[in-house]
Antibody, heavy 116, light 107 residues
Framework: QVQLVQSGAEVKKPGASVKVSCKAS????????INWVRQATGQGLEWMGW????????GYAQKFQGRVTMTRNTSISTAYMELSSLRSEDTAVYYC?????????WGKGTTVTVSS | EIVMTQSPATLSVSPGERATLSCRAS??????LAWYQQKPGQAPRLLIY???TRATGIPARFSGSGSGTEFTLTISSLQSEDFAVYYC?????????FGQGTKLEIK
């Protein structure tokens, strides 16, 4: 079945970077955009950006410009989101989700905790 | 960026009754509006896209309407599994933006 499987939870210190992976299966990876959305505990959903796995083109929300990088490895149908210069406010669940407009398939989320 | 405003923040409804959730955009998003359901500890699930088209496998009791700046999600007869948080999201303009969510709770 169509699914996105994300990497496991991470604990990082302030100032460090984190790289989360999202492995696609059950469909052609290069045919659908991958988005990254995060959610702090008890808060709403925040869209971070998107990547076209075919071209590698990306677009990032202004808030994350300069700190986020979205990449992919088409040979293993995997997308990556790297967030640098982490601060405590980046503690959240990070989701990958498939889709150009609406997002119809979501990973289960990766918890990233930033703590000294 | 387009601001999406959902109301009410919390809606208390009894099982079997109808629930009506609202979403307003700060400028027109045409019909490029999606609704998601999120239960505790789970990822969001797509319910509606294109403002009114149910996603695959979504029961007919869920319906969406509206265009431009005003949108509504209606759940015709609430089941126990429908109590959750609901988000609207526009994808007409970049960046994509979500509403702050409506929590649907059991009355």
């Amino acid at each position: 079945q169509v699914q996105l499987v994300q990497s496991g939870a991470e604990v990082k210190k302030p100032g460090a970077s984190v790289k989360v992976s999202c492995k696609a299966s059950g469909y052609t990876f290069t045919s659908y955009d991958i988005n990254w959305v995060r959610q702090a505990t008890g808060q709403g959903l925040e869209w971070m950006g998107w990547m076209n796995p075919n071209s590698g083109n990306t677009g990032y929300a202004q808030k994350f410009q300069g700190r986020v990088t979205m990449t992919r490895n088409t040979s293993i149908s995997t997308a990556y989101m790297e967030l640098s210069s982490l601060r405590s406010e980046d503690t959240a669940v990070y989701y990958c989700a498939r889709g150009r407009g609406d997002m119809d398939v979501w990973g289960k989320g990766t918890t990233v905790t930033v703590s000294s | 960026e387009i601001v999406m405003t959902q109301s009410p923040a919390t809606l208390s409804v009894s099982p079997g009754e109808r629930a009506t959730l609202s979403c307003r955009a700060s400028q027109s998003v045409s019909s490029n509006l999606a609704w998601y359901q999120q239960k505790p500890g789970q990822a969001p699930r797509l319910l509606i896209y294109g403002a009114s088209t149910r996603a695959t496998g979504i029961p007919a009791r869920f319906s969406g309407s509206g265009s431009g700046t005003e949108f509504t999600l209606t759940i015709s007869s609430l089941q126990s599994e429908d109590f959750a948080v609901y988000y609207c999201q526009q994808y007409n303009n970049w960046p994509k933006t979500f509403g702050q969510g409506t929590k649907l709770e059991i009355k």
